[in-house]
């Protein structure tokens, strides 16, 4: 029998019980407190972290004195950033702590001090009902779901009805990028309704009414200070496209595709002068200090293909971004990095790395990225593809994309499947991360499934009800198979079925003598030819007659190897299959 050498290299077990017989994750040991936090291995010739942090670039008047900071006499810290450099921990941070639980709350203000982890929670929308929340590589990768009525489409109610929908389907943080109707009215009802952070990209407001061209500082000042007073909590801010870096886009083969940035580069063009939002960075950052409003550092010159991924445009203004991340630094403010786009799947690690290093560790928000461009109708599954490798290699949140991306506004259900196609990749990110614990309600599941318990199987399943539909379409009664497969071929009946094996004995969970389970009717090997072509009610009718053939009186086929009383489930357990635990030898036979 050969034994390998598995590439280990001392990251946690995500497993917090250790239960099954995988090792753990192959990642790198875990460094919470400093710049690898959770991190993937290396591929050769990637960029290494930066040796700074936000400890670097304190403001002025401010010094070091170990690993807490003394302000100027007479400061009075705002943002979580001011707090944690002076070493207090803001009821803000004590509530992320208890929802990171791998996280102390001393470990979660360090992380902010750093730079490292934001908390984006304006003071105002703590006021209501913003339930604090973090982003940042020390903690679980968060999803960022985008919404906003446009000229064409959508009103203030059909927005909170998204929102709503968005954290029932687990987005972490939502983006209002309304363009249409009442833009205030439409983000001050968000940002009442809303539990997570809201972040907007208040470039939009301000040509509402207006030519790019009539954009005057004035006017761009008092926005922000509107939004901010509002209670946004994170503003994507385009200050790092910059008159020099246009050249770069000549030839690109899809241009700028960013909104904010295509509307700064005409800016910039029809005024021969440099990007305002750039010039006037420092006015900017004093108004988002006065509510705690985080950056997000827009990517303006975003590839939008693969074929302008990683170019000198892209890759220049992110140089750009970690500068205005040291700026923001000393003016107190909280930052995370936006960042692409469309990249191809072998440039995702360096672009991650490369901004872990340019931007000292700032966490890194991406949008996909998308890892082809000919799938539209399909971007939610190109772009999580590449979301999950973002965030195994280096990015803290990840935009979701929607089937609708590049060709219509999202609807109800498209918010649905992109959050989960975005919890799918963040969750994958996590395990394989071996971020501790990230792996129990995968355990739990496998558990429940081997046990062939569908009850719990739905209950633990992100989306339990389409998982129970899926079930029920073809077999609405609980057997100890499922129609994938049928009776004779469930491997998962049999392996349940060995005595030796620990599967399928989750807790709880019992079988009488082994039971044999009827095969396929007719009626159902019916349902699986034409699954798909019948209608629902079809489907149903015809299910129905499988309860006949597997005994069921109730739910629950007689044939199902659980269908036993409790207690003599637990004697079972105790007599029969608990040995296999505590006894070195058993039998198939006993
Ligand atoms: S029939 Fe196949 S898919 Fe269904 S539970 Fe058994 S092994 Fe799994």
Redesign the pocket.
């Known amino acids: 029998m050969l034994t390998r050498t598995l590439p280990l290299r001392g990251a946690a077990n995500p497993s917090s019980l250790r239960d099954g017989t995988n090792p753990g994750s192959f990642a790198n040991a875990p460094n919470v407190g400093g710049a690898l936090t959770f991190s993937s291995p290396d591929t050769p010739g990637m960029p290494q972290p930066s040796g700074k942090s936000a400890w670097d670039f304190l403001p002025d008047g401010w010094r070091r004195d170990g690993d807490r900071a003394i302000a100027p006499a007479g400061f009075v810290p705002v943002t979580q950033l001011e707090h944690a450099r002076l070493g207090t921990i803001t009821p803000e941070m004590k509530r992320v702590a208890e929802r990171e639980s791998h996280l102390t709350a001393e470990q979660v203000r360090d992380e902010v001090a750093a730079g490292r982890m934001i908390i984006p929670a304006n003071t105002q929308h703590l006021q209501h009902a913003l339930e604090p929340m973090c982003i940042g590589r020390a903690s679980k990768t968060k999803i960022n779901a985008n919404m906003g009525a446009s000229p064409v489409s959508s009103s203030t109610d059909e927005e909170v009805e998204k929102l709503k929908w968005a954290e029932r389907w687990g987005a972490d943080t939502v983006m209002d990028l309304s363009t249409g109707g009442n833009l205030d009215e439409c983000r001050q009802a968000i940002i009442r309704n809303s539990r997570v952070p809201i972040g907007t990209v208040p470039i939009y407001s301000m040509i509402i009414g207006r030519k790019i061209e009539d954009l005057s500082i004035e006017v761009i000042l008092e926005s922000l200070r509107e939004q901010a007073k509002q209670g946004v909590d994170y503003f994507t801010i385009h200050a790092g496209v910059l008159r020099e870096h246009l050249p770069f886009v000549q030839r690109r083969l899809i241009g700028i595709v960013s909104r904010g940035g295509s509307l700064l580069a005409k800016w910039m063009l029809v005024h021969g002068k440099q990007n305002p939002m750039y010039t006037h960075f420092d006015q900017i950052c004093e108004i988002m200090r006065e509510y705690d409003v985080s950056f997000s550092l827009g990517d303006g010159l975003r590839p939008g293909g693969l074929a302008d991924a990683s170019d000198e445009a892209q890759l220049n203004e992110l140089t750009t971004l970690g500068e205005l991340t040291e700026k923001a630094w000393r003016k107190g403010v909280q930052v995370m990095i936006e960042g692409p786009g469309h990249v191809p799947f072998d440039q995702i690690e360096y672009n991650m790395k490369l901004e872990r290093q340019l931007c000292h560790g700032a966490p890194f928000y991406v949008l996909g990225p998308l890892v082809t461009d000919v799938f539209p109708g399909y971007d939610h599954i190109t772009s999580c593809i590449g979301a999950t490798a973002a965030a195994y290699h280096g990015a803290s949140m990840l935009c979701y994309v929607t089937p609708k991306e590049h060709v219509g506004l999202p609807k109800k259900d498209d918010v649905k499947q992109g959050c989960i196609a975005y919890k799918i990749a963040a969750h994958a990110a996590d395990v394989a991360l071996g971020i501790p614990g990230s792996r129990d309600w995968d355990d739990s599941l496998t558990k429940a ?1 081997a046990a ?1 318990n569908w009850e719990k199987h739905f209950e633990l399943a992100f989306d339990g009800d389409t998982a129970r539909a899926f079930h029920d379409e073809d077999l609405d009664v609980d057997t ?8 004779d ?5 049999i392996s349940k079925e060995i005595v030796e094996f620990a599967s399928g004995k989750a807790d709880g969970f019992g079988r009488d003598k082994i039971a044999q389970s009827a095969a396929l009717t007719p009626e159902q090997r019916e349902i699986l030819e034409k699954r798909g072509v019948l209608s629902p009610e079809e489907i149903h009718r015809l299910a129905s007659k499988t309860r006949k053939a597997v005994g069921a009186e109730g739910s629950k086929g007689s044939c199902h190897s659980d269908y036993v009383e409790p207690t003599t489930a637990q004697q079972i357990q105790e007599q029969r299959l608990v040995q296999l635990r505590t006894k070195p030898e058993v039998s198939a036979a006993e």
């Open positions: 499934r062939l100890d198979f499922c129609a994938m497969c049928g009776h071929w469930c491997s998962v009946r």
